[in-house]
């Protein structure tokens, strides 16, 4: 059981899998919320039965994976269905998250929560919280190149998060993601070696 958690958030290609990624090099055990997500709404998945009975059958697919795309679209369209969507995802997540926690072996656990600031419910598990943070520009520049999608759309995702600012003035660390890999790394060790340092001291 690891009790020392890092929360682990920041804004779309801002590289918070990148950094997970090199943390998990480093023997930390790594839990995503959005791998937890994905895995709930695949075949046969725990939250099928419950999107079913609110969606019907037009958001499942034969293999009994949710219909990703209908949905994607459903909830852009529609501000209820999105709700009622994270009304049955949200918690199921969170459960899981507490279960995958509790079974780490490692020094400590990171958390990956894209939205960690907005979900309250998620900051009694965290012992620290760290914000991966990068320019608007370069944000625009990693999404247009890893999704192929147009700038507008990638724009009104970013404005559709919380503002960079105020996700950095409720960090309490940062590791700034503006160049390349390397230099990302060499950040990443750094904070390794103060999480496990400090995590261990109670903080
Ligand atoms: P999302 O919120 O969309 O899940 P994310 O925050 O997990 O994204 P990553 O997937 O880690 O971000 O990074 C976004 C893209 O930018 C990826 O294609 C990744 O390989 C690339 N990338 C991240 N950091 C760097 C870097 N320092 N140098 C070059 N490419 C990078």
């Not at 690891?2 to 990624?21: D, P, Q, R, Y």
């Not at 839990?31 to 709404?41: E, F, G, K, R």
């Not at 009694?124 to 999404?143: A, F, K, Y």
């Amino acid at each position: 059981m690891v009790s020392k958690v890092v929360g682990l958030t920041g804004g779309i290609g801002s590289g918070k899998t990148s950094v997970a990624n090199l943390f998990a090099e480093r023997g930390v055990a790594v839990v995503d919320t959005d791998v937890i997500a994905h895995a709930l709404t695949g075949p046969h998945g725990v939250a099928m039965p419950a999107i079913m009975s609110a969606f019907g059958n037009a958001m499942l697919n034969a293999d009994g994976s949710m219909n990703r795309a209908g949905m994607r679209e459903l909830v852009f369209a529609d501000a209820a269905a999105k709700s009622r969507l994270e009304s049955i995802l949200h918690p199921l997540i969170h459960v899981e998250s507490v279960r995958l926690l509790a079974e780490a072996e490692a020094p400590y656990a990171l958390l990956v929560v894209p939205l960690l600031f907005e979900h309250p419910e998620y900051r009694p598990l965290l012992g620290r919280t760290l914000v991966v943070d990068c320019l608007e520009s370069v944000q625009l520049e990693r999404v247009r190149k890893r999704n192929g999608l147009p700038d507008e759309q990638i724009k009104a995702i970013i404005a559709s998060q919380m503002p960079r600012l105020r996700r950095l003035a409720l960090a309490d660390d940062v590791i700034e993601n503006n160049a390349g890999l390397e230099a990302l790394a060499l950040q990443v060790e750094q904070k390794h070696q103060y999480y496990l340092a400090n995590l261990a001291n109670g903080q």
